[in-house]
């Protein structure tokens, strides 16, 4: 009877063991089940991130610009939520896609920016360093601009634009709609507008 006893237990236990190697064969399998999702899900991103950027660099050609500006356009496309079209229409409209490109009255880069408007606007983007010949520098401080201006005025593009080519010193100054009236402003507005439609219809 003792031996018997012995030896139920030991059948007992045996299963116990063989139960819990099941179980953590079974959360073994259940986790990975979980990193072959969280891979699909990563490679789901990686591929519409690459199609989104590929979406850049078109409208890029079609407008006569660098594809080499698409990734810097699409981080600050998606850090200041304007859309790539409207930064590149800016670009092509400032600077023709000129990286060095500097205006008589004094703008810089590619979204030709003022000096006083950077030194405005950088500590709010929480930045110390700024190169303005740098295309990530450059696109990312005047996309943050434009975004800036589309707030203060609702989103109202052609406001925003006005604002934008006024920089930082003409800010604010055209809450009345009366950028039409000031004839360069008002050929800036539309020659951006205008490309800014022709990309958006790609």
Same mark, same amino acid.
């Given at each position: /009877?003792?031996?018997?006893?012995?030896?139920?237990?030991?059948?007992?236990?045996?299963?116990?063991?063989? /139960?819990?190697?099941?179980?953590?064969? +079974?959360?073994?399998?259940?986790?990975?089940?979980?990193?072959? +999702?969280?891979?699909?899900?990563?490679?789901?991103?990686?591929?519409?991130?690459?199609?989104?950027?590929?979406?850049?660099?078109?409208?890029?050609?079609?407008?006569?610009?660098?594809?080499?500006?698409?990734?810097?356009?699409?981080?600050?496309?998606?850090?200041?939520?304007?859309?790539?079209?409207?930064?590149?229409?800016?670009?092509?409209?400032?600077?023709?896609?000129?990286?060095?490109?500097?205006? +008589?009255?004094?703008?810089?880069?590619?979204?030709?920016?003022?000096?006083?408007?950077?030194?405005?606007?950088?500590?709010?983007?929480?930045?110390?360093?700024?190169?303005?010949?740098?295309?990530?520098?450059?696109?990312?401080?005047?996309?943050?601009?434009?975004?800036?201006?589309?707030?203060?005025?609702?989103?109202?593009?052609?406001?925003?634009?006005?604002?934008?080519?006024?920089?930082?010193?003409?800010?604010?100054?055209?809450?009345?709609?009366?950028?039409?009236?000031?004839?360069?402003?008002?050929?800036?507005?539309?020659?951006?507008?205008?490309?800014?439609?022709?990309?958006?219809?790609?």
């Amino acid at each position: /009877m003792q031996r018997f006893i012995v030896s139920a237990v030991a059948v007992l236990a045996a299963m116990f063991l063989w /139960m819990g190697q099941v179980r953590e064969e +079974e959360r073994g399998f259940e986790e990975a089940a979980r990193g072959i +999702e969280r891979d699909i899900h990563t490679l789901r991103q990686i591929a519409v991130i690459d199609s989104q950027i590929t979406a850049v660099k078109n409208m890029l050609l079609s407008s006569g610009g660098d594809t080499a500006l698409a990734i810097p356009i699409y981080r600050a496309h998606i850090r200041h939520e304007q859309g790539p079209d409207l930064i590149i229409a800016v670009i092509s409209t400032e600077s023709s896609y000129r990286r060095n490109a500097v205006s +008589e009255a004094g703008a810089l880069g590619l979204m030709q920016i003022m000096p006083p408007t950077a030194e405005l606007f950088l500590p709010l983007l929480g930045k110390t360093s700024y190169d303005p010949f740098n295309p990530e520098d450059n696109i990312d401080l005047g996309t943050f601009y434009l975004s800036c201006a589309m707030r203060q005025y609702g989103g109202d593009m052609s406001l925003a634009l006005a604002d934008y080519f006024g920089g930082a010193k003409g800010a604010r100054s055209y809450r009345q709609k009366d950028w039409d009236r000031i004839p360069r402003t008002a050929r800036y507005v539309q020659k951006v507008s205008r490309g800014h439609r022709e990309l958006n219809l790609m």
